[in-house]
Nanobody, 119 residues
Framework: QVQLVESGGGLVQPGGSLSLSCAASGNIFSTYGMGWYRQAPGKERELVAYITSGGSSNYADSVKGRFTISRDNAKNTVYLQMNSLKLEDTAVYYC?????????????WGQGTQVTVSS
C-alpha cells in the first residue's frame, strides 16, 4: 500500500515562512514527477509547483520567486519552502506523486495539510 504523508502546515503571519514535506512510502519501485497543489475555500484545486525526477521544476505565476520545490529521491520525499507568504496563500496543500508500484504507474495524493496566513 502506497501512502503520501504531508507535514509542516500551520498558521503564519503575512511575510512569514513555512516548510512543507511529503514522504511517499510503501511498495514503490520508482518515483517520477512530484508536485504540490492547493485548494482554497470555494476554489478549484490548482498546481503550485512541480518537480521532475531529474530536478526540473515549474511554478504557478502567483508563487514564483517566493516558493521553492525540492526533492530527495533516496527518501521519496518532496519539499515546499514557502517564503513571503501572503493572505491569498491560505489553502489546504496537497502533494502528489507519479509512482511505479506493483507494475503500474499511477498518481497518488496526500491527505492535505492546512496552511493559514493571517495577522
Amino acid at each position: 500500500q502506497v501512502q503520501l504523508v504531508e507535514s509542516g502546515g500551520g498558521l503564519v503571519q503575512p511575510g512569514g515562512s513555512l516548510s512543507l514535506s511529503c514522504a511517499a512510502s510503501g511498495n514503490i519501485f520508482s518515483t517520477y514527477g512530484m508536485g504540490w497543489y492547493r485548494q482554497a475555500p470555494g476554489k478549484e484545486r490548482e498546481l503550485v509547483a512541480y518537480i521532475t525526477s531529474g530536478g526540473s521544476s515549474n511554478y504557478a505565476d502567483s508563487v514564483k520567486g517566493r516558493f521553492t520545490i525540492s526533492r530527495d529521491n533516496a527518501k521519496n520525499t518532496v519539499y515546499l519552502q514557502m517564503n513571503s507568504l501572503k493572505l491569498e496563500d491560505t489553502a489546504v496543500y496537497y502533494c502528489n506523486a507519479d509512482l511505479l508500484s506493483r507494475g503500474s504507474i499511477r498518481t497518488y495524493w496526500g491527505q492535505g495539510t492546512q496552511v493559514t496566513v493571517s495577522s
